[in-house]
């Protein structure tokens, strides 16, 4: 029997008692538990990326009136304008001396905007006014020699009918003298008168004879002084004629240098206002301006704000949408939540190559100190039929979105509204529609996140993943 066997090795190990494994489970289970709840957001979130379905989301905002309207029609985009619109200059040139205007001065017609120096347009008047007031005389002058005249010859005719008629009264007795020497002397023959009866009676003939010739004499004399008055009264209706035709020239003449003068004051031809100044005092303005020359050609320019319109280019493409006379809302680029109303004016009969565009006038029925000619503007063309939009003059944001966020539950149509990742239905009043937009009119407020087409199996209460690339 081997008892080397039975000897105990006091350097060996004491043997391993069994050891409890609850512990170490227990450590595996905490651990595995504080994992899982220090990994659950990134857990759910891959469970949700699995599970949830992906959609794209938009952030309502609202839209100014301009885009909305736009839904309505045709738009186009163009400036304010005016229809009346004048650079001022003088008809001749000369030195400014005087500007009564500046940048939005309100000038009515007839109104003095500058004066130009005018000291010898001036001079000129004067010696114009004179030269009338020297012809004048001369009329009067002529027309005294004219009446004159007259009453000369008024004076001949009657001393030539004098004489007519003493001549006609010395022929009467001349007659009878002769008859009474012829009587006389027959009866002298008979020895019925002396002979001195017949000398008395030849002598009285002989005298009645002369006296005949004197008065033909006279009577030749005073219509020879009835032509001299009357060649002199013509004379004198010649000069009157030649006075009064100096005079006419002179007074032609005062008005020449009258108008020249006027044009040395510049006026307004119409009410406006003036909107640029383009020289100032002691500058040389000319109606005639050409290259190389340092004179001004308009003294300042002024547009009439009543005949203020709207000027847009047109693409060719919408052409077909704008009809003369269908109404159009104005929106101003400074003031893009007041609408203008108005309507179409003027059509241009041609297109512009370049851009492709036709140039259309819009009449604004409504004005007010706002406007301002160059200002942008948009401008919606509607149908001719198209109804009055109802909002007042100053008109409110709209809430315009993507059509394709519409979506129709149980017949109704609405968007789906993001409550945090869960999408909820609201029923939504919808107003036009035009080029995949559409106006919500009511269900929808400002910043809230609504579903970009929808997936056809969502429904109102599921949670859905936001796509965020």
């Keep these: 029997m081997d008892l080397q066997n039975l000897t105990i090795d006091r350097t060996a190990p004491p043997p391993r008692r069994p050891s409890n494994p609850w512990p170490l489970r227990l450590a595996a289970i905490a651990l595995l538990g504080g994992a899982v709840w220090l990994f659950q957001p990134a857990i759910a979130g891959f469970v949700d990326r699995v599970r949830l379905p992906v959609v794209?989301?938009?952030v309502v905002t609202e839209a100014a009136p301009a885009a909305a309207a736009a839904i309505r029609g045709a738009a186009a985009n163009g400036y304010v304008v005016a229809a009346r619109r004048a650079a001022l200059s003088s008809d001749v040139p000369g030195r400014i001396v005087e500007l009564a205007v500046k940048e939005g001065s309100v000038v009515k017609k007839g109104d003095v905007v500058a004066r130009l120096f005018a000291d010898e347009f001036r001079a000129a008047l004067q010696r114009a006014e004179a030269d009338v007031a020297t012809a004048a005389s001369s009329v009067q002058r002529a027309e005294a020699a004219a009446a004159a005249a007259?009453?000369?010859v008024a004076q001949a005719e009657t001393n030539a009918a004098t004489t007519r008629a003493q001549a006609a009264e010395a022929r009467a007795l001349l007659t009878f003298l002769a008859a009474d020497f012829a009587r006389t002397d027959e009866l002298v023959r008979t020895g019925n008168a002396s002979a001195r009866d017949l000398d008395r009676a030849r002598s009285e003939r002989d005298a009645q004879?002369?006296?005949?010739a004197a008065t033909a004499a006279g009577e030749r004399s005073a219509t020879a002084a009835v032509a001299v008055a009357q060649?002199?009264?013509?004379?004198a209706d010649a000069d009157v004629a030649v006075a009064q035709a100096q005079l006419l020239s002179s007074r032609a003449s005062r008005e020449l240098a009258q108008a020249t003068l006027d044009k040395t004051d510049v006026r307004a031809p119409f009410d406006g206002v003036v909107v640029l100044k383009d020289a100032e005092v002691g500058e040389v303005v000319s109606p005639n301006v050409v290259g190389g020359t340092t004179a001004r050609g308009a003294v300042c320019t002024m547009v009439d704000f009543d005949s203020l319109e709207v000027q847009a280019n047109v693409p060719e493409t919408t052409l077909a949408s704008v009809r003369q006379g269908a109404p159009a809302d104005v929106f101003l680029d400074a003031f893009p939540d007041e609408r203008y109303a108005g309507v179409v004016?003027?059509?241009?009969?041609?297109a512009d190559r370049q851009k492709a565009t036709v140039e259309v006038r819009v009449k604004l029925l409504?004005?007010?100190?706002?406007?301002?000619?160059e200002m942008g503007v948009r401008i919606v063309f509607?149908?001719?039929d198209a109804p009055e939009p109802t909002t007042g003059d100053g008109e409110k944001p709209r809430i315009v979105v993507p059509e394709p966020a519409l979506a129709t539950v149980n017949g109704d149509v609405g968007a789906f509204v993001?409550?945090?990742d869960v999408a909820r239905f609201c029923k939504l009043t919808t107003g036009e529609r035009k080029g995949g937009r559409v106006v919500v009119e009511a269900g929808l407020k400002k910043d809230e996140r609504i579903v970009l087409a929808p997936p056809p199996s969502l429904r109102d209460g599921d949670r859905v993943r936001v796509q965020t690339d």
């Design 382 to 384: 509607r149908a001719a």
């Design 231 to 235: 060649g002199r009264r013509r004379t």
């Design 418 to 420: 993001l409550d945090g």
């Design 366 to 373: 409504r004005k007010d100190a706002r406007l301002r000619p």
């Design 56 to 58: 794209r989301v938009a």
């Design 209 to 212: 004879e002369a006296r005949v």
């Design 150 to 152: 007259v009453a000369d």
């Design 345 to 350: 004016d003027r059509i241009w009969p041609t």
